[in-house]
């Protein structure tokens, strides 16, 4: 079945930086995009960024363009979520999920999602 473990959340100062990483296991990894959301108490899941199939169309919310990097290794079934620059508005449970195709959709094209790993960022 398949199945995404986030890791590498935790609290920051503001400014600082962490890499979020997702293995992913239970299907052809290098055959679909995927993305990363994040989701603040009382919010909704919101779209961070994402990648298609073969790395090499990346796309970015406003809010996080020239801070956050999307990457994966279709060799080791991961895809990676570098931040720097951390604002205290960053702080939110961060989502890796699986895309439906190769490539990038909205937020209705991902069917598959992990249990998130906690980003805070302190002023």
Avoid: H
């Amino acid at each position: 079945q398949v199945q995404l473990v986030e890791s590498g959340g935790g609290l920051v100062q503001a400014g600082g930086s962490l890499r979020l990483s997702c293995a992913a296991s239970g299907f052809t990894f290098s055959a679909y995009a995927m993305g990363w959301f994040c989701q603040a108490p009382g919010n909704e899941r919101q779209f961070v960024a994402a990648i298609s199939w073969g790395g090499g169309t990346t796309y970015y919310a406003d809010s996080v363009k020239g801070r956050f990097t999307i990457s994966r290794d279709n060799a080791k079934n991961m895809v990676y979520l570098q931040m720097a620059n951390l604002k205290p508005e960053d702080t939110a449970l961060y989502y890796c999920a699986k895309g439906r195709r190769r490539q990038i959709g909205g937020i209705a094209d991902y069917d598959y999602w992990g249990q998130g790993t906690q980003v805070t960022v302190s002023s």
